[in-house]
């Protein structure tokens, strides 16, 4: 059964730092691409940067270029997101998704991507 649990969201103040895990289980992480999407109150859904299968490509949504990094480890199933000097507007629920090819989208959409976890809340505010 293919399941994907993210951790590691809570509560964090502006300009912190916090760091998001993916464990992925029931299929074998090293031929897929990984994305993460957020989805902040009352917006639509965001994608935010997705990861290679080999982790050799990386892209980011301009929102978070420049302050958050996805990385992942095939050997432990998981995809990180480290997240640093956050603000108020990165505030809402973090989903990890599954893409059924090896490279990333161009475009970060949720169409792109097959299997998704049921998110972790992140809320940045003082």
């Known amino acids: 059964q293919l399941q994907i649990v993210e951790s590691g969201g809570g509560l964090a103040q502006p300009g912190g730092s916090l760091k998001l895990s993916c464990v992925v289980s029931?299929?074998?992480?090293?031929?897929?691409?990984m994305g993460w999407f957020r989805q902040a109150p009352g917006k639509e859904r965001e994608g935010i940067s997705c990861i290679s299968s080999s982790g050799g490509d990386t892209n980011y949504a301009d929102s978070v270029k420049g302050r958050f990094a996805i990385s992942r480890d095939n050997a432990k199933n998981t995809v990180y997101l480290q997240m640093n000097n956050l603000k108020p507007e990165d505030t809402g629920v973090y989903y990890c998704a599954a893409r059924g090819f090896d490279d990333c989208p161009v475009t970060l959409l949720g169409a792109y991507f097959g299997s998704w976890g049921q998110g972790t809340q992140v809320t940045v505010s003082s």
């Open positions: 029931g299929f074998t992480l090293d031929y897929y691409a």
